[in-house]
């Protein structure tokens, strides 16, 4: 009988687990977000030096508490990220401040998803 008990009690906590990280996934896809694309030198894929660039600016985006990143990549000629936040207009501008610290401004683009 106890083998039985356990592995139900097992999986009533894991289907709790897993229904409260779901919960949490849709509440943050709800988040406003903020798309960044910087253009690199070439048409392919970021070298190392740009990589450490936007792994920079990344960081200071997080530190500044303007949002978290929620992905990034490369290709194409462009390197992106997708930061999400809790205001995107403010987020924006915040973003065009860090990148023109970084000196990229002139060859990025910010925008709010959707727009």
């Known amino acids: ?6 592995p139900l009690v097992l999986f009533i906590i894991f289907g709790r687990y ?4 779901a919960e949490r996934l849709r509440a943050e896809e709800a988040r406003p977000r903020v798309l960044v694309a910087i253009e690199l030198a070439g048409k392919g894929m970021a070298m190392r030096e740009e990589l450490k660039l936007r792994n920079t600016i990344e960081d200071e985006i997080e530190k500044r508490g303007i949002g978290r990143v929620d992905d990034a990549g490369s290709g194409q000629g462009v390197m992106h990220l997708q930061v999400v936040v809790a205001d995107a207009e403010r987020a924006a501008s915040d973003i065009r401040e860090v990148l023109a610290a970084a000196g990229v401004l002139e060859r990025a683009t910010v925008r709010a998803a959707g727009t």
């Open 18 to 21: 897993v229904r409260k990280k």
């Open 1 to 6: 009988m106890l083998w039985i008990l356990v």
